[in-house]
């Protein structure tokens, strides 16, 4: 709730910053409650012997381990792309001295 009433209350204070940090903690209430709300449950169906839950939609204890194994490369690998790329390119944009171009 307070993401809902911080939005439009940051907006009309022209405060962009605050303003998507409310709307952030907004939505992030909204999925929560719904996750929240069905917690058991990942997709439930009419016929609950066919619902997918918590415990039949987890993947072996073996397959979660390589997983988090092969994240953690591929975030490090990621971040040390970006930042290669935004300090390989910072600095190079000129503008022209007359306006013109």
């Known amino acids: 709730m307070a993401g809902l009433v911080g939005v439009p209350w940051s907006t009309a204070r022209a405060d962009e910053w605050k303003s998507f940090l409310a709307a952030g903690c907004y939505l992030t209430g909204m999925l929560l409650s719904v996750v929240f709300?069905?917690?058991?449950?990942?997709?439930?169906?009419?016929?609950?012997?066919?619902?997918?839950?918590?415990?039949?939609?987890?993947a072996a204890g073996y397959g979660l381990k390589i997983g988090l194994i092969w994240w953690t490369l591929g975030v490090i690998l990621v971040t040390g792309?970006?930042?290669?790329?935004?300090?390989?390119?910072?600095?190079?944009?000129?503008?022209?001295?007359n306006g013109n171009e």
Request: glycine share 6%.
């Open 81 to 97: 792309y970006f930042t290669y790329v935004y300090r390989s390119s910072a600095g190079k944009v000129a503008l022209p001295q």
């Open 37 to 58: 709300g069905i917690f058991p449950m990942v997709l439930p169906a009419r016929n609950s012997e066919y619902s997918l839950t918590v415990e039949n939609t987890q």
